[in-house]
């Protein structure tokens, strides 16, 4: 099964049968692995059981992933203690060896990469082809962020001599332990990014996923290990809201890398100003994104597109498009066609192999969105969907309908908060200026996207979207799609805290700090 084709978030028209396939026999076989204990683990042990909690599928209620422990503050301390202990040993190790130590473990992911794939498609709902681009996404990771290190050779870099007998280099040295906060969308692809990122630069990790993501993230863990990282190097605590602020407070934590809410990142930046030095934090905070479509574009593609971007993994992407702007001329005949693109989009259980939108994570996510389309009703018009689907078992999780809103006022909260669920809000627009100024005013600052075949306006809009991903004419997705070391994935605004992002060049050298070394030769004497 080696020559089946491999499955990115863009490669949409290859002929995935053979695929498919493999999936129909490894659904059923990971279903069987199914419910077991998930331990914490520290030190290359797994730690006593405590705190039970029982995580479901939100595919089905009735299916039970597994039962984590939520960690006690002694177990957080007992994980920090084994990350700080292995760490003087884990950075004296040479740049190199680390780095073949990492490629080993994108072979250990590529090997499992079937069961991660299917266990992400249970434990968040994805479809079958999102789950299996996931972890290609992060088998590409660690071997991109690899090669970044032997391209700028372990970050070392000679200066310029001030005499002749001595000699200066710069050399960027690990933090210590950072504490690896990861959220339920993406629990593989941004863990192993998080991860990869920390141990490449020498660092430890105590690395806690979202609650219900220990069944990914135990098995992350097991492919570390499997793949020869030493004991203590990474450690994983499981647990909700409560166990990632007790990591993150720990005093023996020298840094965090956190992928989750604007609210929880700027919290989290806020602690650390408290503390007797200021540790790094490096935040993805998500976005509130928007498409412009001008008069001149290529409407196939666009709405494409934008129903790709809008509703791929029930909106739950921090890169999810939510805002569309169209232009005054096209703007009835796009929102038609965008209406009857996304009715084409089947809804229900990711395990089939035609579903392209599955459920909501939660009851709160369901919560929110009905919510969120009660307002879009009160206040706009409801063009398309906002209905919960019932039908064929569907009522053992929040499966929904793709939602289309016209007519909100400007300022609206819809148009300005982070909802994370399947609702676009739709605008005309005469000027794109105008538009693009509109676009730009909100919080957040992560990926924008544009159809037109204009240059000028394509300049327009690459000189003047305030975001850290753009996109033009991209049938694939709007604005969703970036894969390492061919995007960037960076936040402006309140979509990140460093201004750098991950899958790119900058990624890395976050996860240290400089220091520059001025040596005269032994024996030898200044003039």
Known sequence: MTDLPRVTYSNTQQDFSGVHARLDTMIPHVEQMLGRQVSNRAGGADLPDEGAYTVTSPIDDRIVLGVASAASPVTIDTAVVAAHDAQSAWSRMPWR????????????????????????????????????????????LVRYYCAQMVEREGFRAPQKRAFPVESTEVVLRPHGVFAVIAPFNYPIALSTSMITGALLGGN???????????????MLVDAFDAAGVPAGVVNLVCGGAATGRALANHPRVNGIVFTGSHQVGMLLMR??????????VIAEMGGKNPAYVCASANLDDAVEGVARSAYGLQGQKCSCESRVFVHASIFEDFIERLAARAARMPIGDPRLRD???????N???????????????????????????????????????PVLVTDLPAGHRL??????APLLTAHSFAKLDDALTEGNAVNYGLTAGIYTSDEQELERFLEGAHAGV???????????????????????????TTGKGGLGPHYLPQFMREQSRTVVAPGARQA
């Not at 602690?271 to 790094?280: C, F, L, Q, S, T």
Request: net charge negative.
């Open 97 to 140: 060896e680390r780095v073949t130590i990492l490629e080993r473990v994108a072979i250990e992911l590529e090997r499992r990469k079937w069961e991660l794939g299917v266990a992400a498609l249970f434990e968040v709902g994805k479809s079958r082809m999102e789950a299996m681009g996931e972890v290609e996404e992060a088998i590409d």
């Open 204 to 218: 430890t990790v105590v690395f806690k996923p979202s609650p219900g993501a220990a069944l990914t993230g135990r």
């Open 271 to 280: 602690e650390r100003a408290m503390d007797a030095h200021v540790k790094p």
């Open 355 to 361: 579903t392209f939108i599955g459920p909501l994570i």
């Open 363 to 401: 009851a709160t996510a369901f919560q929110r969105y009905e919510e969120a389309v009660f307002e879009a009703g009160r206040d706009g018009n409801v063009r398309m969907g906002g209905q919960r689907l019932m039908r064929d078992g569907l009522d053992h999780g929040f499966y929904v309908e």
């Open 415 to 420: 148009h300005t908060e982070e909802l994370f």
């Open 470 to 496: 753009l996109y033009a004419n991209r049938a694939s997705g709007a604005t969703t799609g970036a894969w390492p070391g061919i995007q960037t994935f960076c936040g402006w605004k309140g979509s990140g």
